[in-house]
């Protein structure tokens, strides 16, 4: 079973900022919170990973809260291209990749 | 190629029959990762390889499901007496081996539907 929850899904205006939050409160101190989305009919894409700073790339930023019980993953300023369903993820080295059911995120124009 | 390939992109195949997977992961990755998705659904694991074994096969289904990957590179999924309820996306990812926060990556998958 996923060790995470986020909504099932939410909608943001395109050219803002999309903030989407994810719960693991049973997080383990050597898991790592990965983010990936999928765009209809594509596999998986990597977003961002951390451990408990937080990090920035040229896709996103992930915030991670002190006590590392939940994260919001940041795109800037949300494209149509973003409308995606986004999965966060908790995992350890060697462990596979647990996917829930994810957040739908819908760019309106 | 610099992604994760997999072959074929789509898959019909009748009640019964025996298919094949393919996937090339990215070069140098060691780990690789077989996982299936139903429509609407998050991809659901199946199994884990580390090299040539399988580290975790927990997530395969029944005896139906078998996957290998002699040579450490190029894994093949195979099941028999393929069911109806079989029909789904495959995808394949793979990793770097030996780092403590990598990331894995994923192909396009293999659209496999059941008649």
């Known amino acids: 079973d996923a060790k995470t929850t986020q909504p099932p899904s939410m909608d943001c205006a395109e050219g803002r900022a999309a903030n989407l939050p994810c719960n693991h409160s049973?997080?383990?101190?050597?898991?790592?919170v990965y983010w990936y989305r999928q765009i209809h009919s594509q596999g998986p894409q990597y977003i961002i990973h951390g451990l408990k700073n937080n990090e920035t790339n040229e896709m996103a930023s992930l915030i991670i809260t002190e006590d590392r019980k939940s994260s919001t993953l940041i795109l800037p300023h949300a494209t149509l291209r973003d409308t995606a369903v986004y999965y966060c993820i908790v995992r350890a080295y060697g462990q596979n990749f647990v996917f829930g059911p994810g957040t739908r995120l819908s760019v309106l124009p | 190629g610099a992604g994760v390939s997999q072959t074929p992109s789509n898959k019909v195949t009748e009640k019964g029959k025996y298919v094949e997977l393919r996937c090339d992961p990215i070069s140098g990755h060691t780990a690789l990762y077989w996982y299936r998705q139903s429509l609407g659904q998050g991809p659901e694991f199946l199994i884990y390889?580390?090299?040539?074994?399988?580290?975790?096969d927990s997530g395969l289904p029944n005896d139906r499901f078998f996957a290998v990957r002699p040579e450490g590179s190029v894994s093949t999924l195979k099941i028999q007496r393929t069911e109806r309820g079989d029909s789904a996306v495959y995808l394949c990812a793979s990793s770097l081996r030996g780092q403590m926060n990598t990331e894995a990556f994923f192909g396009q998958g293999t659209r496999l539907t059941v008649v």
């Open positions: 390889f580390q090299g040539t074994g399988a580290a975790d």
């Open positions: 049973t997080i383990s101190g050597n898991e790592y």
